[in-house]
């Protein structure tokens, strides 16, 4: 078994910097792989993030991560980009990353993600410019996502967003705010693709367990929804779920 | 800008939380009744809701401020879930 400890939206910031920290210590002994599904500060300052890179330094599991909405608030997600590679974290954007672990190869294929809706009511890219624009960036991360989990030679693979790919995880949120909070376009990714395992954040007051169309297993890990400072998931290569083997699972 | 009708205070409450980098919180509930606000949803930290309340204030001085936003539990987690 693998067993991958997973949060999102941490918000690292003023008055909240300590949310990770206090479970650090026990966190070895109980995973072997992080992985951080975006947001993980309060209005994406180098400075907020220095905080939780301090805090990760130096983990001997690997930490792997997407960047979130509030990553990109002040036009320097390069910088926490860089401050997070520089504490040995691995930051995804369309592209993956496969890890050994116990002579299991764990791959996992990155993006934020973005929204535009669900199925029978998804914006297109019709119209103005910033509509073209909105559907146009949803596209290119689903495309990405797609191909890095395509190109994936791993044991399992995990699809690490921040958007939600699924309704079901939704649950508990407005509806008014769907289109905001996620988009099919990354489920058909990677039900096209294939994985075993696809976490987000982003919607806080959603729900955590669902499926994509296919039948993988989506978990929302947006730290209010799951209500501690990671959940743990156990995942077995033995029964990797492929897409073909996913149809009709419930 | 003139100021908001009553209709609106709400949203530009809401608003103007989420652009507060003391508080940059999109998931707020605000509801302004006379001269009372009530704030709802989650916090991450109890300083997040003393500070929530401190700039609510501020917005709108001379409101009585009702936080009743939730602290959310950052625990570890008790075991882990298989997934397949």
Request: glycine content about 10%.
């Amino acid at each position: 078994m693998i067993r991958i400890a997973a949060v999102g939206d941490l918000h690292y910031g003023a008055g909240s910097q300590d949310i990770l920290r206090p479970s650090l210590e026990h966190l070895p002994d109980r995973a072997d792989l992080l992985l951080l599904a975006g947001d993980l500060t309060r209005c994406g300052g180098p400075e907020e993030v220095q905080v939780l890179a301090d805090q990760i330094r130096g983990l001997p599991i690997p930490v792997v991560t997407v960047l979130g909405n509030h990553d990109y608030q002040s036009d320097r997600e390069d910088e926490v980009r860089r401050v997070l590679e520089r504490a040995g974290v691995t930051v995804l954007e369309g592209d993956a990353v496969a890890l050994d672990v116990d002579d299991v190869r764990v791959g996992i294929a990155g993006t934020k993600g973005f929204g535009g809706g669900f199925r029978g009511a998804h914006g297109s890219d019709f119209g103005e410019p910033e509509m073209k624009a909105f559907i146009g960036h949803t596209k290119m991360l689903s495309d990405g996502l797609e191909r890095a989990l395509a190109t994936l030679d791993a044991d399992l693979r995990i699809a690490l967003l921040h958007y939600s790919p699924i309704e079901a995880t939704l649950e508990g949120e407005r509806l008014e705010i769907y289109p905001f909070l996620g988009s099919y376009l990354m489920a058909e990714a990677v039900d096209n693709a294939g994985a075993d395992l696809v976490l987000h954040g982003h919607a806080h007051h959603g729900t955590e367990k669902g499926r994509t169309p296919a039948g993988i297993p989506v978990r929302n890990v947006a730290q209010p929804v799951i209500r501690h400072a990671y959940n743990v998931y156990a995942l077995d290569a033995r029964r990797q779920v492929l897409p073909a083997a996913a149809e009709g699972i419930s | 800008m003139s100021e908001p009708r009553a209709d609106y205070l709400p949203e530009h409450i809401r608003e103007k939380l989420i652009h507060d980098p003391r508080v940059a919180e999109q998931d707020l509930k605000v509801e302004v009744k006379e001269h009372r606000v009530m704030l709802g949803g989650n916090v991450a930290t109890p300083q997040l809701h003393q500070t929530l309340t401190e700039v609510a204030s501020e917005l709108l001085p001379g409101y009585e401020i009702v936080n009743e936003t939730t602290v959310v539990s950052s625990a570890e987690p008790d075991g882990e879930e298989p997934v397949s």
